[in-house]
Every structure is written in C-alpha cells, then in structure tokens.
C-alpha cells in the first residue's frame, strides 16, 4: 500500500462530536477511550475530502438524471449511488493529537506531547528519532525559552525543566508549513503520558452555545448547551495511502493542494470551527 503522512494543524478550535452527554459538558468531543485523546475518525476524514470533488451530470441507479459522483472520485472513494456499487481504494486512517497547546507563563504556550505520543509517531510513519526521554512525575523536556529559573508553569502546574533533545522538534517542524508551527522548537514540552492525558482531556476548550427566542429575547428552552472543543493549534497526524497505484494518491494530494490544503472538518462550520491546514510528508527517512 503506498502511503504518506497527512498532518492537520487546526487553524481554528475543532469539534468533532461523540454525541450527548449526562455529564458537565453536554456535547463532548471523540476521544480515545484508554488514553482519553482526542481524535478525528478516519470516516469523518473522508467524508470532508470526499467532498472536494465536484459532481457533474450523470444518470442514477434508477436510470434518472441526476448529480453524480465524477470517475475520479469514484475510484478513490468508491460509490455507493452509482448504478454498480464498488469500494474505493483510498485509506485514511484515524487522527491522533500529536502536540496539544498549553498556556504557559513563558513564552505565552507550549506544545505538550508524551513519550506514548511520540513512539505511536514514529511506529506509524516508519520515522526512527533515538532518544525518547523516560518522564515520570513532574518533570518537563523543554526548550529554555520555556524555562523560568529551570522551572516550567504550565496552566497551573509547576514542572522540573529538563534539556529537551532538538532532533524531535526538528523532526515535528516538517509536518507543516504553518508560519505558527516554525516555532515548535521554542515552545515544544516533553511531560509523562499521565499528565499529557490530564491535559488533553481537561485543557480543551468549553463553550457555553445558546439560541436566542426572538420573541421572549431570552434563551429557548433547551437551547443552552456546553460544547467541548480542539484548540486551535493543535498538530494531529494520520496515515493515508492507496491500494492501487500511487497516481491516486497523487491526485489526492493535488487536489488538497488546489483548494489551498485547507480543509474544514467536524461541526459548526457557519460559526468558523474545524478550518485546518493540512500537509503530506514522506513515510520514513524520505
């Protein structure tokens, strides 16, 4: 299978929901369930870029006039309301956070990632990056422009500053484009797997939505709801790929590059959620 690496960096805060909750928080994001990171689905993925084609005049599986899917879009992600059914042969797989952005008291925020994090990046896109520092407790890998008298605060949790290994910044710097991104070897923040969890899970955003009566001017009965959100900056990663050959993937790619490797992904989109900059690097070595 021919593959490459697919990095979305949120541009804006991201919801991708896991549907409602009995909880504080009445519309959660999805999340993995043994380390509670969030995650994009790979169907929601797909569902996204699937879209960027245009259909075009066609004839549906009754023999009527209708808007279809084009060729080339059949054959990468398959049909299912064409007159003879098929799979598509592209593969995109689930998005993990890979650097999550934390309110530091140096250097305004850091990106957090984990020695869990990391090694599931480099086991997934075939990088090899020696090193990995073993963190436990309350210590913190990271850069000096982080650091406060070899302490670093982060929200309000106070870490042990330890020299962090540039490698893996300069690794994580090919990943995007994004001017904001370029500074990943100023704000990267090595911690353990619990407290990378801790955060992820409890440092996302909550908002409080409403919708007005305009009637009554005040709020509609059941219309007030807390809505969990990605942070904007936050840097996932995912593996796409093919199972024919590479052309496809190549057409992917260029179209994702036609339309600026922008993409808008997960709910509210009318209210500027889910906008990310997406980029494709080379598994391996490359």
């Given at each position: 299978?021919n593959?490459?690496?697919?990095?979305?960096?949120?541009?804006?805060?991201?919801?991708?929901?896991?549907?409602?909750?009995?909880?504080?928080?009445?519309s959660?994001?999805?999340?993995?369930?043994?380390t509670?990171?969030?995650?994009?689905?790979?169907?929601?993925?797909?569902?996204?870029?699937?879209?960027?084609?245009?259909?075009?005049?066609?004839?549906?599986k009754?023999?009527?006039?209708?808007?279809?899917?084009?060729?080339?879009?059949?054959e990468?992600?398959g049909?299912r309301?064409?007159?003879?059914?098929?799979?598509?042969?592209?593969?995109?797989?689930?998005?993990?956070?890979?650097?999550?952005?934390?309110?530091?008291?140096?250097?305004?925020?850091?990106?957090?990632?984990?020695p869990?994090?990391?090694?599931?990046?480099?086991?997934?896109?075939?990088?090899?990056?020696?090193?990995?520092?073993?963190?436990?407790?309350?210590?913190?890998?990271a850069?000096?422009?982080l650091?406060?008298?070899?302490?670093?605060?982060?929200?309000?949790?106070?870490?042990e500053?330890?020299?962090?290994?540039?490698?893996?910044?300069?690794?994580?710097?090919?990943?995007?484009?994004?001017?904001?991104?370029?500074?990943?070897?100023d704000?990267?923040?090595?911690?353990?797997?619990?407290?990378?969890?801790?955060?992820?899970?409890?440092?996302?955003?909550?908002?409080?939505?409403?919708?007005?009566?305009?009637?009554?001017?005040?709020?509609d009965n059941?219309?007030?709801?807390?809505?969990?959100?990605?942070?904007?900056?936050?840097m996932?990663?995912?593996?796409?790929?093919?199972?024919?050959?590479?052309?496809?993937?190549?057409?992917?790619?260029?179209?994702l590059?036609?339309?600026?490797?922008?993409?808008?992904?997960?709910?509210?989109e009318?209210?500027?959620?889910?906008?990310?900059?997406?980029?494709?690097t080379?598994?391996?070595?490359?």
């Open positions: 299978m593959t490459k690496i697919m990095s979305i960096f949120t541009r804006t805060p991201l919801h991708v929901g896991a549907g409602s909750s009995v909880g504080a928080i009445d959660p994001i999805a999340r993995e369930r043994h509670r990171i969030p995650v994009i689905p790979g169907s929601a993925l797909k569902g996204v870029t699937s879209d960027l084609w245009e259909r075009e005049q066609g004839i549906d009754n023999g009527n006039p209708a808007q279809v899917r084009t060729a080339e879009a059949v990468l992600f049909a309301d064409a007159k003879d059914a098929k799979p598509g042969a592209l593969f995109i797989g689930e998005a993990r956070v890979l650097a999550f952005p934390v309110r530091s008291a140096k250097n305004a925020f850091a990106w957090v990632t984990c869990l994090a990391l090694q599931r990046f480099l086991r997934d896109t075939g990088k090899q990056i020696e090193g990995i520092p073993d963190v436990s407790g309350m210590n913190c890998y850069s000096e422009k650091q406060i008298d070899k302490k670093i605060i982060l929200e309000e949790y106070c870490f500053g330890q020299p962090v290994n540039g490698k893996f910044a300069e690794e994580l710097k090919k990943l995007s484009c994004d001017e904001t991104w370029n500074g990943i070897s704000r990267l923040a090595i911690i353990s797997d619990e407290m990378f969890s801790f955060f992820v899970e409890n440092a996302c955003e909550v908002v409080t939505r409403i919708r007005i009566n305009d009637s009554t001017g005040t709020v059941g219309a007030l709801f807390n809505q969990e959100q990605v942070p904007s900056e936050t996932l990663y995912t593996m796409v790929g093919t199972f024919k050959d590479e052309a496809l993937l190549d057409k992917f790619v260029k179209k590059s036609e339309r600026g490797n922008l993409i808008q992904v997960g709910g509210d009318t209210t500027g959620l889910g906008f990310c900059s997406v980029n494709f080379e598994k391996g070595g490359n």
